[in-house]
């Protein structure tokens, strides 16, 4: 099994609609096929390279900045992802912690190109799309199942 595994434990202030960072990371096993990582990370994003289907699990805490709902979304090449999303609601700013949590399995798969198969890499980011939150503890792990 191949993995990737990123975790921030710094407090971040996220406002609506802004990436979160997801730090550095703690644990990878991977290998390159044919030259080609299996996964790439920038700190903002992990980018999936090769064909495969992955699971894809994110655990965040948060607080609002406000009351109203927290949600954290999955984002996959700068779109949404339906269904993969958690969110919250927050009554008092500031004090009250939620935890979040997205479970996902997603696929990358190649395509033709001009006659040649090239693999349709995915780019993976998380998003707060709820209240502005300070988000801790952020880890996603992705585990390459087949």
């Known amino acids: 099994m191949l993995l990737l595994g990123t975790r921030n434990i710094a407090?971040?202030?996220?406002?609506?609609?802004?990436?979160?960072?997801?730090?550095?990371?703690?644990?990878?096993?991977?290998?390159?096929?044919n030259?080609?990582?299996?996964?790439?990370?920038t700190g903002e994003d992990v980018?999936?390279?090769?064909n495969g289907i992955?699971?894809?699990?994110?655990?965040?805490?948060?607080?609002?900045?406000?009351a109203g709902v927290v949600a954290l979304q999955l984002y996959e090449n700068g779109f949404a992802v339906p269904g993969a999303f958690a969110n919250e609601t927050i009554t008092t700013a500031d004090t009250e912690f939620r935890?979040?949590?997205?479970d996902y399995?997603?696929?990358?798969?190649?395509?033709?190109?001009?006659?040649?198969?090239?693999?349709v890499a995915k780019e993976l980011s998380l998003v707060n799309t709820g209240i502005?939150?300070?988000?801790?503890?952020v880890i996603m792990n992705i585990d390459k199942v087949v």
Request: charged residues 15%; glycine residues 6%.
């Open 47 to 50: 980018i999936l390279q090769q």
């Open 11 to 33: 407090t971040q202030d996220v406002v609506t609609n802004g990436n979160v960072e997801l730090g550095s990371i703690y644990r990878r096993y991977c290998k390159r096929i």
């Open 105 to 119: 399995y997603t696929l990358v798969d190649t395509t033709t190109v001009l006659g040649c198969n090239s693999t």
């Open 35 to 41: 030259g080609t990582r299996t996964f790439d990370f």
């Open 99 to 102: 935890t979040l949590v997205i």
């Open 132 to 137: 502005e939150a300070t988000y801790t503890n």
């Open 54 to 66: 992955y699971h894809i699990t994110v655990t965040a805490v948060a607080s609002g900045s406000a």
